[in-house]
Every structure is written in C-alpha cells, then in structure tokens.
C-alpha cells in the first residue's frame, strides 16, 4: 500500500528553527509537496521537489532524497503566524496525490 | 479572482437526506477534485475530473456522486447521507494534473445526524 509518514504534532519556539520530516512510500514518484494549513482554513502550497536536493524559498526550505523516500521542511526565523499544520503530499504513478495526515505545528513565545 | 469558491460553508443534515456541495473556480483549470479531510487521517480523494464532461473515482467514491458539466464547476452529491460522511470536504483545481499545484477552496463543514 501507498503511506505517508510524519509527525503528529511538534512544538517550538519563537524565533528558532524546526525541521518536520515526512517519509514516504508510494507507487512511483512523481514529485513531493509541501501545504501549509492554518486552522479550520483551506491548504495552501509551499513548496515542491522533484529532483534530490533543498529548494529554498525565505524562511522555508524543503530537502528530497528519493533513494530514502524521505522530506523535511525547514522553518526558520519562526514567528507566530508559522503555527499551522504542514502536510505533506507525493505525487504517485499515475499522478495522483496521497497525503500525508499532518504535522501540527505549535509556536510558543 | 475568487479563485476556488465553495458553497454552502456548514451544513447539517439528517441520515438520509441528500445534498449538493457546489465548486467553482475562475481560473480556466483542467483539472478538479473533491477531497474529505477527517482528523488524524490524510486528505482523501473522493472523485475527480480531468474536464468538462469527465468524472473519475479516486480513493472513497462510495456514497457519492460528482457532475462536471461546466467547466468551471464540479459537484458533489450525497444521494443518502450517512454519519460516517461528516467530514470537512475540500474541492480543488489544477491547470492539468500532471505537476501542477492544487488551489483548494475554502471547505464545507458538513454534519450529518
């Protein structure tokens, strides 16, 4: 079967840098996306990877290693407005997207 | 733009009533999809369409019917409700459905008693 790992839910502070991870087995591999999604609001896209590597974009960056089937979404400078929950999405054979169940994310002054 | 509009925003209904959740989108995409999003699960396809004219059955169809035929609206109806279908049901569009981002609309709350 086709699963999407990641964690529950992860708390941080203010200012720091928090890294959500999210492993990945599916049938093909078409690309790897990143949503964020703020309470009882609708997803909305951060980032996608296709090829091995970190694509950066301010303060969020996403790292793909397809050889270990595994992401991580990288947030830096954190503010408050970043607590939300991070979804991550990959894009199998036949081009359809199985999510993840979310990481909720939580920021403390 | 708009973008992905979606009507109603909440509703409740009573087992075996039926409904019609309605999407619209303004920007011209191929591509649609209904999603339900229950907690501590993953966004869950239930149909999509490729274009006007099209439907196909994504990962839970059961239970539910979806018609395209405007290209710019795709429905999704629930002959009989369930318990089991209270969830929270996002409709999304794509230029195509290869790499393409999705845009989500804003979601309907439904309830059913």
């Known amino acids: 079967g086709q699963n999407i790992d990641q964690p529950t839910e992860m708390t941080a502070t203010e200012g720091a840098i928090v890294q959500i991870n999210c492993t990945y087995q599916?049938?093909?591999?078409?690309?790897l996306f990143w949503y964020q999604q703020h309470a009882g609001e609708a997803p909305t896209f951060l980032s996608y990877n296709v090829l091995d590597g970190l694509e950066e974009k301010g303060r969020f960056s996403s790292f793909l290693s397809r050889s270990k089937g595994y992401s991580y979404l990288l947030l830096k400078e954190l503010q408050m407005k970043d607590s939300a929950s991070y979804l991550c999405a990959v894009k199998d054979s036949n081009y359809q997207l199985i999510w993840g169940a979310g990481t909720k994310l939580i920021i403390k002054p | 733009n708009a973008g992905v509009t979606q009507t109603p925003k909440f509703r409740v209904l009573k087992t075996g009533q039926s409904m019609t959740l309605l999407c619209a989108q303004d920007?011209?995409?191929?591509?649609m999809y209904w999603y339900r999003q229950d907690p501590g699960m993953g966004l869950r396809l239930i149909h999509y369409?490729?274009?006007?004219?099209?439907?196909a059955k994504g990962e839970v169809p059961d239970g539910y019917n979806v018609s395209r035929l405007k290209k710019l609206n795709f429905l999704l109806g629930l002959e009989s409700a369930a318990p089991s279908q209270t969830s929270v049901y996002f409709c999304?569009?794509?230029?195509?459905?290869?790499?393409?981002?999705?845009?989500f609309g804003p979601g309907t709350r439904l309830t059913v008693l």
């Open positions: 999304a569009s794509s230029p195509t459905g290869e790499i393409d981002t999705q845009y």
């Open positions: 369409s490729v274009g006007e004219g099209t439907t």
């Open positions: 920007m011209n995409h191929e591509y």
């Open positions: 599916t049938s093909g591999f078409n690309g």
